[in-house]
């Protein structure tokens, strides 16, 4: 019962992403700009090669990788710009789902106007930061250990925040 309310939660999830991150979203800045390779290289410890658009001629998600190749700690680092409705909606799908025990939601202070970290299965976290209008998800994919995920998500996203 807990897999599936995991599975229901992630997919929900997923959906609002997918519904954010539309021309709309991508008006507001190009994601790729708001971090550089030299930020990530020095956050994760690992050179990092230039942020790629996720889809040909949108801006609005962009995604790292090691250089050297995806590494079983860090696999890639995503970025998806969002608008501030469909943040104030993940947030709450999220915390209902893990009122049922479906996934983790840690609330974060010091980030944006508003953000909160969330725990999907054990080889991704994502810190979701809204400021103003804007709003965007930053996720690391891998097995770096959540409170260390968390940490570098936290320093990456005060410097995108930067650049908005």
Same mark, same amino acid.
């Given at each position: 019962?807990?897999?599936?309310?995991?599975?229901?939660?992630?997919? %929900?999830?997923?959906? %609002? %992403?997918?519904?954010?991150? @539309?021309?709309?979203?991508?008006?507001?800045? @190009?994601?790729?700009?708001?971090?550089?390779?030299?930020?990530?290289?020095?956050?994760?410890?690992?050179?990092? #090669? +230039?942020? &790629?658009?996720?889809?040909?001629?949108?801006?609005?998600?962009? /995604?790292?990788?090691?250089?050297?190749?995806?590494?079983?700690?860090?696999?890639?680092? @995503?970025?998806?710009?969002?608008?501030? =409705? @469909?943040?104030?909606? /993940?947030?709450?799908?999220?915390?209902?789902?893990? /009122?049922?025990?479906?996934?983790?939601? =840690? =609330?974060?202070?010091?980030?944006?106007?508003? +953000?909160?970290? =969330? /725990?999907?299965?054990?080889?991704?976290?994502?810190?979701?930061?809204?400021?103003?209008?804007?709003?965007?998800?930053?996720?690391?994919?891998?097995?770096?250990?959540? #409170?260390?995920?968390?940490?570098?998500? &936290?320093?990456?996203?005060?410097?995108?925040?930067?650049?908005?």
């Amino acid at each position: 019962m807990r897999l599936r309310c995991s599975l229901h939660a992630t997919g %929900i999830f997923i959906l %609002i %992403i997918a519904l954010g991150t @539309d021309a709309r979203a991508a008006a507001a800045g @190009d994601a790729c700009a708001l971090l550089s390779s030299a930020q990530l290289s020095a956050a994760l410890a690992v050179p990092m #090669d +230039a942020g &790629k658009y996720m889809t040909a001629g949108y801006l609005g998600t962009c /995604s790292w990788s090691p250089s050297g190749g995806a590494t079983p700690v860090i696999k890639l680092v @995503d970025l998806s710009l969002l608008r501030a =409705t @469909d943040y104030d909606a /993940s947030k709450r799908v999220m915390q209902k789902a893990a /009122s049922k025990g479906g996934t983790a939601v =840690t =609330t974060v202070s010091g980030v944006g106007d508003d +953000a909160y970290f =969330t /725990s999907l299965g054990s080889s991704v976290t994502s810190l979701m930061v809204k400021k103003g209008a804007v709003a965007f998800k930053l996720s690391l994919y891998g097995a770096t250990a959540p #409170d260390k995920a968390m940490a570098i998500e &936290k320093t990456l996203a005060s410097q995108a925040l930067a650049n908005l």
